[in-house]
Structures are given as C-alpha cells and as structure tokens.
C-alpha cells in the first residue's frame, strides 16, 4: 500500500493550492482518507476527512469554508483544495487512509503518505 502526497510549495498569503494523494495497493473507493498538518514539535492536526464514495466530509473549524477535500476514486486520487492560505497553514501536510468512518479527527488511520510541504510567505 502506497499513499503519495504532492502538490505542496511555497504561495503568498491569500493564495491556493491543491493537493493531491494518490494511492496505490488498495481498494480505494473502500477507504476512508484524511488530511492532517504537522509542525514541527507539534502534534498532528486533523484537517479534513472524506468518506469512500466521497458523499461525506468533514473538516475541523479552523479550515471550513477555505479547504475542500474530495475524490476521484476511478483516479485512486484525493484532493485538498486550500484557498485563502494563510502563514499559519504552513506545515507538512499527509494524507492517510483507514477502512472504518470512525474517530476520523485522530491519527488512528492504518495507512499514511510521506507529506507534502506547504509554506506561506507574508
């Protein structure tokens, strides 16, 4: 099983970028994935999570309204669609996956992705 994130890099403050994890060596339309942040010498932030068919998502406060998470399961790929970043929201960001839609806001997933790096600059 292979999670690849990308689509991480350096963007202005107010601007947007898109991520991507592509999988590889599951059944991903059965998947649950999430995305989560990580700075350094904090704990991982849970982001958003989209359920296997895409019909539910879920974000944590702080990203409604900017972030979209969706999924192209004939592509095996998720997206994170972050608009009006902020220097805050610079971090690495994963993505991770898990069978069962439960405790999605923590890190009990079964499958992670190396991260993607994502700075903001002022």
């Known amino acids: 099983v292979q999670l690849q994130a990308s689509g991480g890099g350096l963007v202005q403050d107010g601007g947007s970028l898109r991520l991507s994890c592509a999988a590889s060596?599951?059944?991903?339309?059965?998947?649950?994935v999430g995305w989560f942040r990580q700075v350094p010498e904090k704990n991982r932030e849970f982001v958003a999570a989209i359920s296997s068919g895409g019909g539910t998502t879920v974000y944590a406060d702080s990203f409604e309204g900017r972030f979209t998470i969706s999924r192209d399961n004939a592509k095996n790929t998720v997206y994170l669609q972050m608009n009006s970043l902020k220097t805050e929201d610079a971090a690495v960001y994963y993505c991770a996956a898990k069978k069962l839609w439960r405790s999605i806001r923590t890190t009990d997933y079964g499958y992670w992705g190396q991260g993607t790096q994502v700075t903001v600059s002022s």
């Open positions: 060596g599951l059944a991903f339309n059965s998947y649950v």
